[in-house]
């Protein structure tokens, strides 16, 4: 099934091209996210081991930066690329609306394919993040990398 391709930018950097399976996916600023395009291809009924390839280039220098603001100042910012190649966690085809990209401080991402935003409690990032994601898109910095989230969800429930 072709699903559309929505990005969630949870880090500092700003992301100028993002590839899934190599097709070109859109970019995101820092703490941005929610547009789609289109569209990947997934299998209609999930299998374990699905994975999906993901490169990003990313400015090397992040937004809150100022020492690196000034060092390029009127010149193009370097950019890294990173390359992952990432299981997508399981899903029900009449569920899914789209492909949820998360990226996430320190170069990590997570996948997610449904229908549902972070802030639902059903979505899978709860799992793992309590309501860390759920708080709205915004760089994560300085909250990452996430320790007992979930145990202070559960035991604040």
């Given at each position: 099934?072709?699903?559309p391709v929505a990005s969630y930018n949870f880090s500092d950097h700003t992301v100028s091209d993002?590839?899934?399976n190599k097709a070109w996916v859109g970019s995101v600023i820092q703490g941005g996210g929610g547009g789609s395009t289109c569209c990947v291809s997934l299998p209609y009924r999930?299998?374990?081991g699905t994975k999906i390839t993901l490169d990003w280039d990313r400015y090397d220098?992040?937004?809150s930066n100022n020492e690196c603001l000034a060092k390029y100042k009127g010149r193009q910012w370097p950019i890294k690329r990173i390359h992952k190649v990432v299981e997508v966690p399981p899903y029900q085809a009449k569920d899914v609306a789209e492909l949820?990209?998360?990226l996430l401080p320190n170069?990590?991402?997570r996948v997610y394919a449904g229908g549902v935003?972070?802030?639902h409690l059903q979505h899978p990032a709860w799992k793992e993040f309590g309501d860390l994601l759920a708080r709205g898109l915004r760089p994560l910095e300085g909250e990452w990398p996430v320790q007992n989230t979930r145990l202070k969800l559960e035991a604040s429930q």
């Open positions: 099934m072709n699903v993002i590839w899934v999930y299998a374990p220098c992040t937004i949820q990209l998360a170069d990590e991402i935003y972070f802030s």
